[in-house]
Structure formats: C-alpha cells, structure tokens
C-alpha cells in the first residue's frame, strides 16, 4: 500500500524551538499531504505538496519533498504549545488519488 | 462556510447491535470519504465516494459494514452487526474532488460493549 510513514513516532520539544518531523513512502504519488490531529480541533488539513514541487510554505510551515528518495519532512519553525499534536503524512497514489495515513507524530511543545 | 457535519459524536452499543453514522459533507463538495481511527492509529480508508458512485470501497468489511450517498450529497455509514474491534472513531472527510485537500468532521466515538 501507499502509507505514509512518520519519524519519529514521538517528539517534545521546548516552545520557541523548531521542530522537525520525516515521511517516507514506498511508490509514485500525485501529491503528498500533511494533517494535524489534536482534541480541540480534530484533524485539519495543513499542507499539501504536489509530486513536481519540491518545497513549500505556509506560514511556520514549511515541507519539502524528495521523489527520488521517496521522503517528505515537515517543519514548524518558532513552536507554540497550540502546536502540540499528532501530525499525519499522507501520500495520495498516483492514479488512485487515495490517501493512506500512517500511524504520525505525536509533538509535544512544552511551555 | 459551514464545515463537515457528523452525528452522533458519541455512541455506546452493545455487540451484535446495529448502528448508524450520518454526514453531511461541505456544499458543492463531490467525495466524500469514511475513515474509521482505532487509539493509536493513523485514520484508515473504508469507503470513497465521488457524488453517488462507489470509488473504492476495497477496505470496508462488506458482511458487516455498508454505506451509501443518496443523491451525492448527505452520507450514512452502517454497521450490523457490530464487534468490539469496531471500537473507533468513525470520520467522514469530503474534498471539492479526488486528490484534493480533505475536510474532516469531527467524528463519532464509538463504543461497543
């Protein structure tokens, strides 16, 4: 199958710092796409990469992605404690346009 | 605009009991997805729509599990009948179209005894 895997399975990391999280995928995609799941607000949409990009911004957010290595990383740069949250790598296949969540990183910015 | 709509948020049954999810997805939106999030997980594709056609359903356990999107827009998910593996959060997504951004509700927890 398509998904997505994370690294690390866990991250806590002080408010202010940056913090890093890595996706690996196995075959072609269309795009790959990160979300955001914590208890206040569900699962939300943060970034969406397409397969001819190689990075891109949203606001303290910036992803990059590697086709040749099959790898995706996720940014958040100046980390609030809103921040903390299970983060998700989806990979949408290529032709199939399904996304296949892996098991994400849970980050824990502490104040 | 108004987000994706589920019911109920909470429901408790016991096994071998039936149960039924519903959502409405945001306006104008033509897939609509069912993922089911066992603790621990990630969430995992049971069925796509794309406005009232099946898409890909490989992953929903047919002998119990069913769903259907009349008209393309609202959608039910059915369970019957339930196990306690079913145990999970049952999130309905929608997107303008296939490998677009998804929009999630925010689930229904479901309990089974």
């Known amino acids: 199958s398509q998904q997505g895997e994370e690294d690390p399975q866990a991250l806590s990391i002080q408010e202010g710092e940056n913090a890093t999280m890595n996706c690996s995928y196995k075959?072609?995609?269309?795009?790959l796409q990160w979300y955001r799941q914590n208890s206040g607000r569900g699962l939300v949409h943060l970034i969406l990469?397409?397969?001819?990009?190689r990075e891109k911004h949203s606001g303290r957010l910036r992803v990059t992605l590697d086709t040749s290595k099959k790898s995706s990383s996720l940014l958040i740069t100046a980390s609030r404690a809103a921040d903390t949250a299970s983060y998700f790598c989806a990979p949408s296949g290529a032709g199939s346009y399904q996304l296949t969540f892996g098991k994400g990183t849970k980050l824990s910015v502490i104040p | 605009e108004a987000g994706v709509a589920q019911s109920p948020r909470y429901k408790i049954i016991e096994k071998r009991q039936s149960v039924a999810f519903w959502c409405n997805p945001i306006?104008?939106?033509?897939?609509l997805y069912w993922y089911q999030q066992i603790l621990g997980q990630g969430p995992k594709l049971l069925i796509q729509f794309q406005n009232n056609g099946v898409v890909d359903d490989s992953q929903l356990p047919k002998d119990r599990f069913s769903a259907e999107r009349l008209k393309g827009v609202d959608s039910t998910l059915k369970i019957q009948p339930a196990k306690l593996e079913d145990s999970a959060v049952y999130l309905c997504?929608?997107?303008?179209?296939?490998?677009?951004?998804?929009?999630f509700g925010p689930g229904t927890r479901l309990t089974v005894t």
């Open positions: 306006s104008g939106h033509a897939t």
């Open positions: 990469i397409r397969s001819n990009e």
């Open positions: 075959t072609s995609i269309n795009n």
């Open positions: 997504a929608s997107s303008l179209s296939h490998g677009h951004e998804q929009y």
